[in-house]
């Protein structure tokens, strides 16, 4: 039910499990990263694309995203013991004691159209916040479902407490929900703000007409600038959505 290393135990305490990789990501997500990989290559090495000091800065950073993405893909696991539950990614390691979480919840993949996992495990605390459980997936589990069930009933003696509902914490997650749906959209944006950013700034010293201090300062204020805005306007819409729209 695990991973490679997964372990289930019953030590007299409970059960001892460590979520881990068990599959690489399909072949056609592996042939899409080689494409867009490709692509920033062979536009690196276009001799008439950007000065060299900038190409350096642009393969220095697509390095260092591609070294945090693999650290993420080979450490990322979630283990789950009679104390609680720690979740691990490239350097950062997340734990809650049981008696600090609310509910563990498998939820559909937002983007599941362009990702081979289409259900993900969220933990949820006692004050309605949520982490994604690593590994502990449909991609990775042939049933995830019944893997977060078995957890629940496992866990049951260790919480001191039910699994039940309670209204006050659904009214926190709910409300964080709408302010993570604002921030994630606002996101997107700010992207695509980042992007222009990028084609101007390419634009602009490829002409050398005097505008690249502006293309830098619009580099890092314009997405933080669009971002901060769309969140704000994002959250607004919400607050006025009827609650059943």
Request: glycine share 8%; net charge positive; aromatic share 8%.
């Amino acid at each position: 039910m695990g991973g490679d290393d997964e372990d289930d135990r019953d030590d007299g305490r409970g059960i001892e499990r460590e979520y881990s990789r068990r599959r690489k990501m399909s072949r056609g997500k592996f042939a899409g990263l080689c494409i867009v990989e490709g692509n920033f290559a062979l536009q690196m090495a276009r001799p008439d694309s950007i000065p060299g000091r900038y190409r350096l800065l642009a393969v220095a950073l697509m390095a260092m995203l591609v070294v945090w993405a693999i650290l993420t893909v080979r450490r990322g696991r979630t283990t789950v013991g009679a104390d609680g539950v720690a979740t691990r990614g490239a350097f950062r390691v997340r734990r809650w004691a049981w008696h600090d979480i609310y509910d563990l919840r498998v939820e559909t993949n937002p983007g599941q159209r362009s990702s081979d996992v289409k259900s993900l495990t969220f933990l949820y605390d006692n004050d309605g916040r949520r982490a994604h459980l690593r590994q502990l997936d449909d991609w990775q589990l042939p049933d995830v479902w019944g893997e977060v069930a078995d957890l629940h009933t496992a866990a049951a003696r260790h919480r001191g407490m039910t699994w039940e509902r309670r209204p006050g914490v659904e009214v926190r997650i709910r409300e964080r929900a709408v302010y993570r749906k604002a921030r994630e959209r606002a996101a997107v944006g700010a992207i695509l703000v980042f992007l222009a950013a990028i084609g101007y700034l390419v634009w602009a010293v490829s002409v050398d007409d005097g505008h690249r201090l502006l293309a830098f300062l619009l580099l890092p204020g314009a997405p933080l600038a669009a971002y901060a805005l769309l969140v704000t306007f994002f959250r607004l819409r919400s607050s006025r959505t009827p609650a059943h729209a």
